[in-house]
């Protein structure tokens, strides 16, 4: 996301629409990019936005597959006193990041860029990673494994979703936790019935410490 630390207030929006694909994606926020018809749209829409949020110290993020809507997340930071930040630095400089003890963590995700950040984020904080991109590539892995300790998955995927991909692992390694990851909201991806209520899941965009946290909380549950 290019995002500076530090504490934001968030705001998503999720639509039912067609959904995006990645190609699409990576365009909506230029100015006069457009999907519709000649005279229906400009393309200066989110454009627009973009340079608001941007222009008071924001992001924006997207996340869509095709079929499956949208969600917008706009980021802006959280107005602090002098005292609170002072405060908050602190805090933050004296709690580490709890370390892993060697557990075997299992990736699934098929974005390379994301997969790759957090595979390097669980290795640098010693976990023993193994990485798949679809759900042929984990049940490969799984087979192969005496103990995976902990499976990290998106949930939206193309073939078999998060949930499915969970269920056929956990009956060769019944010992093994699972942590959710998209960057749909909670609320949206029980919605649509892909996974039951009480999940753990840990939104999208995410930073290093916040996931190499969740999997320790996870992990020590």
């Given amino acids: 996301m290019g995002a500076e630390p530090g504490d934001y207030v968030m705001l998503a929006m999720t639509d039912t629409g067609v959904g995006m694909d990645e190609e699409v994606l990576a365009h909506i926020f230029e100015p006069y990019f457009t999907t519709k018809e000649r005279g229906r749209g400009t393309g200066l829409g989110l454009a627009t936005v973009y340079g608001i949020v941007k222009q008071s110290g924001g992001h924006l993020w997207a996340y869509s597959e095709p079929g499956q809507g949208t969600t917008l997340k706009v980021y802006l930071p959280r107005a602090q006193a002098d005292e609170e930040k002072e405060g908050l630095q602190q805090v933050s400089s004296a709690s580490g990041v709890p370390q892993g003890r060697g557990e075997t963590v299992l990736v699934i995700e098929d974005d390379p860029v994301v997969r790759d950040a957090a595979c390097k984020a669980l290795q640098a904080n010693s976990y ?4 798949a991109a679809d759900a042929g590539q984990a049940m490969e892995i799984a087979m192969r494994e005496d103990t995976i300790d902990l499976l990290f998955t998106d949930v939206i995927m193309r073939g078999k979703n998060g949930r499915q991909i969970a269920e056929e ?3 060769v390694h019944p010992e093994m936790k699972v942590l959710y990851t ?11 019935g892909v996974l039951e209520e009480g999940f753990l899941l840990l939104q999208k965009p995410y930073a290093p410490s916040s996931l190499v946290k969740k999997v320790r909380e996870v992990l020590d549950s």
Avoid: W
Wanted: glycine share 6%.
């Fill in 128 to 131: 023993r990673v193994l990485e």
């Fill in 182 to 192: 998209s960057g749909y909201t909670d609320n949206v991806i029980a919605h649509h």
């Fill in 169 to 171: 692992l956990s009956a």
